[in-house]
């Protein structure tokens, strides 16, 4: 997504950083879940702030920090009229009406912390370019997936494939960090 920091440097070893990311831009705009495919339609939001090490006092640095998350994610996956789709690790066939399965993955109000290395050479006195990765963790999501329209044989345990989809997309170790890439441009005051 979109964001923006300020950054202060104590000393050249070391400096803090107070930012914020949002918005709705992804590499994919989808979610596999044990084959399912789901839309993703994003919205972030996180506030943060890191300290930033540079043990050469050059353009290398290691962040550490923290961060408050609110980020919502909605899910979607239609199905169309008497087509085959997995649940679960389940095979059905839509009904006459389709399937459509919606949902909401959350991370509401949580602090994270954060790890990440980085890179920021100057370009002049005043303008630089920077880049860095890492990973917020932040634990499991909250999930609420709903299933609409019904299957043409064995609506009791497609109903029950739902509910264990959502259980397990709670209980998956995959989603509870939130990998981090940034590139931007910075301006020395």
């Known amino acids: 997504g979109y964001g923006g920091a300020i950054s202060w440097s104590a000393n050249p070893y070391v400096g ?3 930012g ?3 918005g709705d831009i992804s590499w994919s705009d989808d979610l596999s879940i044990n084959g399912s495919e789901y839309d993703l339609d994003m919205d972030n939001n996180l506030t943060y702030l890191n300290a930033e090490i540079r043990p050469w ?3 290398f640095y290691m962040a550490a920090g923290v961060a408050y998350i ?3 994610y909605d899910l979607e996956r239609r199905v169309d009229p008497e087509r085959g789709f997995t649940v679960n690790g389940q095979d ?3 009904g006459a009406n389709g399937v459509r399965l919606n949902g909401q993955l959350s991370y509401k109000n949580n602090i994270a912390p954060y790890v990440g290395i980085g890179f920021s050479p100057a370009i002049t006195n005043r303008w630089g370019v920077f880049g860095e990765i890492g990973a917020y963790y932040n634990g499991n999501p909250q999930v609420n997936l709903v299933s609409d329209g019904t299957v043409e044989a064995r609506q009791v345990e497609f109903e029950q494939a739902v509910r264990d989809e959502e259980r397990e997309i709670r209980n998956d170790n995959e989603y509870e960090w939130l990998p981090v890439a940034k590139l931007g441009v ?3 005051f």
């Open 186 to 188: 910075s301006f020395r």
């Open 57 to 59: 006092a050059n353009w």
């Open 20 to 22: 914020y990311n949002g």
């Open 16 to 18: 803090v950083t107070l």
């Open 70 to 72: 609110d980020n919502d």
């Open 92 to 94: 059905f066939t839509a």
